[in-house]
């Protein structure tokens, strides 16, 4: 399996309004560092997963509508938690509408809320679809 992977950054709002989530309960903000990777069984006639410039480009584009937003007004996360783990999965599905699944095996997403502190959403495509059944 070969992969490829950029990073971007995003600076957003959010309030987590649960108890469970303790002095993240208030409007805070926060500045996410976001990994995106694109897995592939075989590389490309140019020996490459994609290029990497067009995978910045994608990253970018797909992270534009969240960065310097307030996200309890998103769309998105009207009716969840912008939890980092919440955040992952939104970019994974946004990103998902750029990728030749017949091609592609898999995408993850790491979001870095601290240097010390980050969640992933994952998702694998079926390797049936790729081999044409």
Known sequence: MY????RDHIMVAHSLPAAFFGPA??????????????????LDEHAVVMDIGEA?????????PLNYRNLDEHPAFIHTFSTTEAIAGHISESLRTYVDEARFAGLDI????????????????????????
């Open 56 to 64: 910045g480009r994608i990253l970018g584009e797909v992270l534009a």
């Open 3 to 6: 992969s490829l992977t950029v």
């Open 25 to 42: 309960q208030g409007l805070h903000g926060a500045t996410l560092v976001v990994e995106a990777t694109w897995r592939v069984r075989e």
């Open 110 to 133: 790491v979001v870095r809320e601290h240097p010390d502190a980050w969640a992933g959403y994952s998702v694998d495509f079926d390797a049936s679809a790729a081999a044409g059944g």
